[in-house]
């Protein structure tokens, strides 16, 4: 596992995210959750911790920002489509137990309804769409659950077409205001079908940092060279914890709804350590022995972007048929469906005014079922012969390993 420089973005979802010796932050009412939809929270935040230690695993960069909430809509709507077997895996891999599917559903709608809502001075904006292929027999069940509960815009586009590509990263970058403008590279020879989510966020932090105090200080970055950087610089009261493997500090944004948890290895503890004794009891915890005090805190301006294949990350969690042959996704369509790829991009920016971060989720589904009539495609090193018919005698022979354009 890759070391990263981990700042990780994490909204207080339930009520209990505060201690009972503190007043309620809240300006507006707050996000009330029957008890089954907080242990799908809790059952959320379970995926998000496993999708960050995957994904960390899996790649190869030093900064690993992702968007556990955005993964788990865009998952969410593609399971509606499953079916045995293959529902069964996506519901362990995104902890979907104890639940019935109206629950489950009506889960995402909440937390797409009112998270937005619940704090006028953060900006938060989900949106999802469903896009297919022109001609494809898609069933109107799933369009329905999806527009009813995803709230999904559903678009008709001719994949052939050579704006099709542009109408759905237009789409995408309308939705993260501009952050994200080009999260789909190609639309694949044999996709039918694009499930996309995106998620923008602008928070301000409740205690903004002064301008005048960033200064340029010195960083150790995850190859133990020190390298410059913007130090933000601020002394207020915060939330605080401590352990034996590092210091937890939480940021408010706006009315406090929203927070940043920033989380720093003790000296001579690294962010592995942190995320191997990461757990959502462990998390919960934590949160519960955070208390206010003055705190006088450095923080690092930065700005990361990503842009993950998560395929091989979703597949060692356990969701594996999705992806094969074997997948079963019947309730989209007759026609045999795998997913071929789940692509997730991110950006992050954190400034002395706050943070603004955006995500998009695209999972692109192919028509699987073999055709009737054999396919020759020579899209790679290929040998002719050349000879005479009545003899059989070769004149020529070759191996051709490239091939120029004339």
Not at 98 to 114: A, F, H, K, L, P
Not at 182 to 210: E, Q
Request: a neutral charge; glycine letters at 4%; aromatic letters at 10%.
């Amino acid at each position: 596992m890759k070391k990263i420089i981990l700042f990780a973005i994490i909204a207080c979802l339930i009520t209990s995210c505060t201690t009972k010796n503190d007043p309620q932050p809240f300006d507006e009412t707050p996000i009330v959750l029957k008890q089954n939809m907080k242990q799908k929270v809790a059952q959320d935040n379970e995926f998000a911790f496993e999708l960050l230690k995957k994904t960390i695993a899996y790649s190869d960069k030093s900064n690993v920002f992702i968007s556990p909430l955005s993964m788990s809509i865009a998952l969410g709507m593609a399971w509606n489509g499953a079916d045995n077997e293959t529902k069964k895996e996506m519901e362990e891999t995104l902890n979907m137990s104890g639940m019935s599917v109206d629950e489950i559903n009506e889960y995402y709608r909440i937390m797409q309804s009112t998270l937005p809502t619940v704090d006028n001075k953060t900006k938060l904006n989900i949106a999802n769409s469903i896009w297919y292929n022109t001609g494809f027999p898609i069933k109107s069940d799933f369009l329905k659950v999806n527009t009813d509960y995803f709230n999904a815009e559903v678009r008709e586009l001719d994949f052939a077409k050579a704006w099709a590509l542009d109408t759905i990263n237009n789409w995408c970058a309308r939705k993260t205001n501009d952050l994200i403008k080009k999260p789909l590279d190609r639309i694949s020879a044999d996709a039918v079908m694009y499930l996309i989510n995106a998620i923008y966020f602008k928070g301000t932090w409740t205690k903004k940092f002064d301008a005048k105090g960033t200064v340029e200080r010195e960083f150790t970055n995850d190859k133990n060279a020190q390298v410059k950087v913007n130090m933000m610089h601020q002394t207020d009261t915060f939330k605080f914890a401590e352990n034996d493997l590092a210091e937890y500090l939480e940021l408010p944004y706006g009315n406090k709804s929203f927070s940043m948890t920033v989380i720093l290895p003790k000296n001579g503890k690294t962010t592995d350590d942190v995320l191997n004794n990461l757990t959502v009891d462990k998390w919960n915890t934590m949160l519960s022995e955070m208390t206010s005090r003055k705190v006088e805190v450095y923080l690092p301006r930065f700005k990361t972007q990503n842009s993950f294949e998560m395929k091989d990350v979703l597949m060692n969690m356990g969701m594996k048929k999705a992806f094969g042959n074997e997948a079963d996704f019947s309730k989209i369509s007759n026609l045999k469906l795998i997913i071929s790829r789940v692509i997730h991009s991110t950006f992050c920016e954190v400034n002395e005014e706050g943070t603004e971060a955006a995500a998009v989720t695209i999972i692109e589904f192919e028509y699987t079922s073999m055709p009737t009539h054999p396919v020759f495609y020579v899209n790679r090193p290929f040998i002719f012969v050349i000879r005479e018919q009545s003899t059989g005698v070769i004149l020529f022979a070759a191996k051709m390993g490239d091939v120029e354009k004339y």
